[in-house]
């Protein structure tokens, strides 16, 4: 048997599936940009133009860390602009942005290296949570709009943020620097048109378009990926018109955050993390608590107009039906329009929030005067809320309003559905108990919010009404009979074979080292780590599993030697290129010595930027693109689709996520889910499971919330995707909910996850989430946590002795074994190597 197994590539020719997959990069990047304000500045045609700003050429495409992308290349605004025709006047002032750009590079290495001189772990630790802040540019001259030549010009506003730690409040990552207003002011006084860009993966401070007078439009770019400077020429051009929408609330000001300055770092308390604001999350608090948005959730301007007219409503068992006509009643320019569909539960004794989005479509492009019929479908369990006293789901007698419109703020009641009854349509298990008292964030009364969110107690009679009733629904009593070993004959006979030791290797996984150089039998250089390779003899393939969601994360170039070690040329994070020489070469391979092989990928847009494109066909088609480069390289599990909810506008990852509702999280992920699933094999791993809505100490934080926030907000986005998608991976959270570690949570990862919403996939561990202080990998074992990555021979340590002293039973081993096992005998690559086929050699 050869000691390796790799597909990666010995030259770097075009493969054929780069161009479709850049096609769909383009799409989602053409559907994700957010049009925010238009005072007739766009479209503006070909021609002269003059561009400034952090983000014009240094355009950034994706946050920092595991969300990185290998891509062969990807398109800045500048590039794109020229190729669509437009002649860039200020190149002066953009070749001296990047001279300050370069040195502030220089300036950060040097700081990173001299902080690594102590060799210590936490010093590389805090090296690979650093963002580059982007410099914001020398002040635009007089000298400079004479020599733009134009009339018009564009402003591109760039942040990074990043995987470890969270947005600053105090160094203009949130909001413009001074430097960058005094820029954009002096622009909208020397240039007829003034066209604001904000290249930032996140909801950004926009109050300056109140400061700043003169702006003619601003334009959300998010990170859009190896096409996004293409997708934004066509955008502004009006080759394309705008049809992204906001996926989160953007507000007036930070301080309309609820409980915004208790918030990770800002309130000096990293330990615990209070979920105060409890189930009113985003428009969910806003709507309620009568807060106007600077720009509301589901938002987003069009070159032309639509009309959504409802048609009626229909129920079928337990899902209702609603069906709108859509018009475009512009008449020049087509378009898409995202319509959204609002419930204003019944207010009982359980209060509620204003409303809650249960279902959204898109239209086709539709030219001028043309009409479309969507059908808007969701079951009658979206409306339930969890009654924390009874331990089950409900909807309360009353009258339930249905809201049709274009934004949370914008719709009218279409329909009223008349709860005859108090319906119970689950009965649960306590879960995850709080363990100090919260004073959770408790609306006064329903009723009069401000004139776009009228009084939620409102039935017109002259609305369709459809009744409801238990039989609707019917009740549904989970139980919590302990789980089968395997439920599967031909895998208990496999496990047998596997003594204790080589199960308690299957559960672990290869190592730290191998994660660095990549010692693995299926070898894809550049992946973030592998189940072991101890096992071929019994017929056991180890597992590849590399990072997301944004692309899939590989290694660009690596080396491989003859002892089947992987070595990296370009490092697989930006950061690590600040390594010591020392370890670079302990690390790097020598192009000019040993043989070379490629491995590149397509870097979509971020998440949150394919989310704003509510468009859950174009989600499965980059599924579907992710999937086959995994086939391409081996990969068996993509460690994605990302979908925490946004709870802050400051967390640092948001871009890896989708957005403040759980609902649209959940669609998302099982569009993407459905896509890569469809190629043999391959598998996402949904994450992270739950409640990482923060980074800063992130494997320390309890994440402290009722058990109504928890099932309603925090879990109900994984419960969509697991339902509606079947994913055969999740990865647990760092964090700890409640006080117990998300690994450690047998109600998390056995009573819901498994026991209520029917998942039978594969858990595994988030990165070193078992090291020392941190979980114990024992009792992941004991709570359904099946693969501790990346692995360590503590963690094997620990689950042996464990065994040993009777605290962890070999048929909770035996279960996570048997789990780990099934997968690798479904892996895209079997033991000889052939891809794409389910095949075990036992």
């Known amino acids: 048997m050869k000691n390796y197994i790799t597909y990666a590539k010995t030259d770097d020719r075009v493969l054929p599936y780069e161009e479709p997959h850049r096609r769909i990069a383009y799409l989602a990047a053409l559907e994700g940009i957010v049009l925010l304000e238009n005072h007739d500045a766009l479209p503006i045609p070909s021609g002269k133009i003059a561009m400034y700003g952090s983000g014009v050429e240094h355009t950034i495409k994706g946050g920092t860390g595991s969300g990185e992308v290998n891509e062969r290349h990807s398109v800045s605004i500048l590039e794109g602009m020229e190729a669509a025709g437009y002649e860039v006047t200020t190149k002066k002032w953009l070749d001296d942005y990047t001279e300050e750009y370069e040195t502030g590079l220089k300036e950060l290495e040097a700081k990173i290296k001299s902080s690594l001189k102590k060799l210590d772990i936490q010093s590389y630790l805090t090296m690979f949570l650093q963002s580059y802040l982007y410099p914001f540019g020398r002040l635009i001259t007089e000298q400079d709009v004479t020599d733009s030549d134009t009339d018009t010009c564009i402003y591109v506003v760039a942040r990074q943020s990043g995987e470890g730690s969270d947005r600053k409040l105090e160094n203009q990552d949130f909001q413009l620097s001074d430097t960058e207003k005094t820029n954009i002011r002096f622009c909208t006084q020397h240039y007829k048109k003034t066209i604001v860009v904000l290249n930032i993966g996140s909801s950004f401070d926009t109050s300056f378009m109140e400061e700043i007078p003169g702006i003619d439009a601003l334009v959300y770019f998010c990170q859009l990926g190896t096409a996004g400077g293409t997708a934004f020429a066509d955008v502004i051009s009006g080759k394309v018109t705008p049809s992204g929408k906001l996926t989160d609330t953007w507000v007036s000001s930070y301080s309309d955050v609820p409980y915004g300055m208790d918030y990770s770092y800002l309130n000096g308390d990293l330990e615990n993390e209070n979920y105060l604001e409890d189930i009113y999350v985003g428009y969910r608090y806003y709507d309620t608590f009568r807060i106007t948005p600077r720009y509301p959730f589901g938002y987003g301007l069009s070159y032309t107009t639509f009309d959504i007219r409802y048609q009626g409503i229909e129920k079928s068992g337990d899902t209702i039906s609603v069906r709108v006509i859509v018009k475009n009643t512009g008449d020049t320019y087509s378009g898409k329009e995202i319509v959204q569909l609002y419930a204003s539960c019944p207010q009982g004794n359980l209060k509620k929030e204003y409303q809650r989005l249960v279902a959204f479509a898109k239209t086709d ?436 002795k464990a065994i040993k002293e009777g605290t962890l039973t070999r048929r909770d081993l035996n279960r996570c074994a048997g789990r780990i096992l099934a997968a690798t005998q479904n892996a895209c690559v079997s033991i000889d190597g052939e891809k794409g086929t389910y095949k075990s050699d036992f």
């Open 365 to 800: 492009t539709l030219e001028p005067g043309q009409e479309e019929i969507l059908t808007l479908t969701f079951p009658l369990s979206y409306l339930t809320s969890y009654n924390e006293a009874s331990a089950s789901t409900i909807i309360e007698k009353g009258t339930c309003l249905l809201r049709i419109g274009s934004h949370s703020r914008q719709t009218e009641v279409c329909a009223v559905l008349n709860i005859t009854e108090d319906i119970c349509a689950s009965v649960h298990k306590h879960i995850c108990p709080v363990q100090t008292p919260l004073e959770v964030l408790y609306p006064e009364a329903p009723g009069e919010t401000d004139s776009e969110t009228p009084d939620v107690t409102e039935a017109p009679e002259e609305k369709d009404h459809l009744d409801i009733t238990q039989e609707d629904l019917p009740t549904v009593t989970f139980t919590y009979d302990e789980l089968p070993v395997t439920g599967n004959q031909k895998l208990t006979e496999d496990l047998k074979k596997l003594t204790v030791k080589e199960r308690i290797q299957l559960v672990v996984g290869a190592g730290l080292k191998d994660m660095l150089m990549n010692e693995s039998y299926v070898k894809v250089p550049g992946a973030a780590g592998n189940t072991t390779s101890s096992l071929l003899k019994k017929g056991v393939v180890n597992l590849v599993l590399a990072d997301g969601p944004a692309g899939l994360r590989i290694q660009r170039r690596s080396t491989i030697g003859r002892n089947g070690t992987a070595k990296m040329i370009d490092m697989q994070i930006d950061m690590m290129k600040y390594f010591p020489e020392i370890f670079k070469k302990l690390l790097c391979g020598n192009p000019e010595k040993d043989q070379v092989y490629y491995q590149y990928t397509t870097a979509f847009p971020v998440a949150t930027a394919m989310a704003q494109t509510w468009n859950p066909d174009l989600l499965e088609q980059m599924g579907q693109a992710v999937g086959e480069e995994m086939l391409e390289y081996g990969v068996s599990f993509w460690l994605a689709p990302g979908m925490n909810i946004h709870r802050n506008p400051l967390c640092g990852r948001n871009f890896e996520y989708y957005s403040e509702d759980p609902l649209l999280s959940g669609k998302m992920a099982s569009a993407v889910t459905r896509g890569v699933q469809k190629n043999q094999g391959c598998s996402v791993t949904l994450k992270h499971f739950c409640g990482n809505n923060q980074e800063n100490n992130r494997n320390h934080v309890s994440s402290n919330m009722t058990e109504r926030a928890l099932r309603e907000i925090y879990l109900r986005g994984f419960e969509i995707a697991v339902r509606e998608s079947h994913p055969k991976g999740l990865m647990t959270s760092y964090n700890k909910i409640n006080g117990t570690y998300a690994n450690n949570s047998k109600d998390l990862l056995t009573h819901v996850l498994r026991q209520e919403w029917g998942f039978d996939g594969l858990v595994m561990t988030d990165w070193t989430a078992t090291a020392k202080g941190q979980s114990d990998p024992a009792v992941c074992i004991a709570s359904g946590n099946d693969l501790l990555m990346p692995g360590s021979s503590s963690d094997k340590k620990r689950i042996r």
